[in-house]
């Protein structure tokens, strides 16, 4: 009766409930309030720990960085490229960036749940991983595209290496860096609800646990509130 039971998962979409529908005394403002803070948070600190070391990732696999344009390149670069060989430093970082992209966030989740226990540590970490090498490879993408101009002009003028990278180079390259960022915070929101259906007290652990009772009206109430998040957080993106 399959087609009956499509029919109706989808009327149930216009009579979401607050009330829970196994005890209609109970309502669900309580799990509402701590699966949305938890969907968040953890979307958050992954995002905010996969930015950092996708930055650093980035900055390392990028051609700017190992450029041997004196003008572009840092001192310690040149040391470093020419001990262990630039070629192979970049090579070597992005096939790392390749392999922990190329599994997802939730195989993370279920490996790292098999070996310590489910605790939103672990989901940060889980959805971290693949978000850092994304953010490292994209990173070093824009820094190889970004034009060196003002760069050139501030190491011309005596700039250090530092005060080159962060004025003349990463200014150009910010707008699109933002950019990224956004778009996988949306996507963060998204992978941290799923994060719920291998056990994490995110959105994703209510969809399943009233989909599998079949109370299709619980399940629009925590699909419309993942709606609601995620249409906030493209308007506060699209603002910055």
Known sequence: ?????????FA?????????????????????????????????????????????????ASEAFWDHDPVVMTSTARRVGRLFGAGSIK????????????VHELVW??????????HLIFGIVALAIPFAASY????????DETPRDAARALRFLGASDGLVFA????????????SYTFYRFDCAVRSSAVLGFVGFPTLGLYIK????????????TW???????????EVASGLV
Do not use: Q
């Open 109 to 118: 989740a279920l490996l790292l749940t098999s070996i310590f226990r489910v």
């Open 12 to 60: 149930a979409a216009l009579h979401p409930t607050l009330t829970s529908e196994a005890d209609r005394g109970i309502t669900l403002g309580a799990a509402l309030k701590e699966a949305v803070i938890n969907t968040i948070a953890v979307a958050f600190a992954s995002i905010g720990l996969a930015i950092v070391v996708g930055f650093v990732w980035g900055c390392l």
């Open 136 to 143: 490292g490879r994209i990173f070093a993408e824009i820094l």
């Open 209 to 220: 646990a009233s989909f599998n009772e079949l109370y299709y009206r619980e399940v629009w």
């Open 167 to 178: 004025f003349g180079l990463l200014p150009r390259a910010m707008p699109a860096m933002l």
């Open 1 to 9: 009766d399959g087609g009956a039971e499509f029919g109706r998962f």
């Open 223 to 233: 699909l419309y509130v993942l709606f609601a998040i995620l249409m906030v957080t």
């Open 91 to 102: 090579t070597a970082l992005r096939l790392l960036m390749a392999v922990f992209r190329s």
